[in-house]
């Protein structure tokens, strides 16, 4: 069953629409329980980091996230800030993060680029898993991943220098960019992940 995590900063319903939309199954979770089944979930975000952590307290879902995904390795897609909040640290109002990747997030350079990025940027693949090509993606950060580990990235993008576009280990995938809202591209990524099964 794919569940995909509804809290308040996240952006379920058009991720459900996209998931749907390709077919497939799928109910929101709200509750740890709602997991127990689970066989792929997805993380949207939209927002905070901080908001996203804190909601996912409220809803008691963290460990119960970890124990699935970590240790019983259910497939797990984070969308966004849903990457974000995977690393350790973000400089996002100074929070600290789940920690399943090692590193950061911090800001894009005001200075040097526009803040928030929006818009369409090409993604360069580092490994074929999930799709089959580079393509266009649609991001909305002002934010980005800084992993310790180079062999958990899996696609950059440039934005007045590189930035991890995707993250990747084992039975975990994250996108920087929206998945649902990126066209063909990011459906067939999204039909990648769906279609992932022991």
């Not at 809290?7 to 929101?28: C, E, I, M, Q, W």
């Not at 909601?55 to 699935?68: G, H, P, V, Y």
């Not at 089959?132 to 934010?143: E, I, L, P, T």
Request: proline share 4%; net charge negative.
């Amino acid at each position: 069953m794919i569940k995909i995590i509804d809290y308040k900063a996240g952006n379920a319903p058009s991720v459900l629409h996209a998931v749907r939309h390709l077919g497939f199954t799928a109910d929101f979770a709200h509750r740890p329980q709602d997991l127990e089944d689970a066989t792929h979930i997805i993380l949207p975000g939209v927002g905070s980091a901080k908001a996203t952590i804190s909601s996912l307290r409220e809803m008691d879902m963290i460990d119960t996230l970890e124990n699935l995904v970590l240790k019983k390795k259910v497939f797990f897609l984070g969308i966004c800030v849903g990457l974000q909040i995977l690393f350790e640290y973000s400089e996002e109002e100074n929070v600290n993060c789940l920690g399943w990747f090692k590193g950061k997030v911090v800001k894009f350079d005001p200075e040097k680029v526009r803040v928030p990025q929006m818009g369409w940027n090409e993604v360069t693949f580092t490994a074929p898993f999930l799709t089959k090509s580079d393509g266009y993606f649609y991001f909305v950060n002002s934010y980005y991943a800084v992993p310790k580990n180079e062999s958990d990235l899996w696609g950059v993008a440039d934005y007045n220098g590189k930035f991890t576009a995707a993250v990747r280990r084992e039975n975990i995938f994250a996108t920087q960019f929206h998945t649902e809202k990126s066209g063909e591209a990011g459906l067939s990524l999204l039909n990648g992940f769906l279609s992932l099964n022991d």
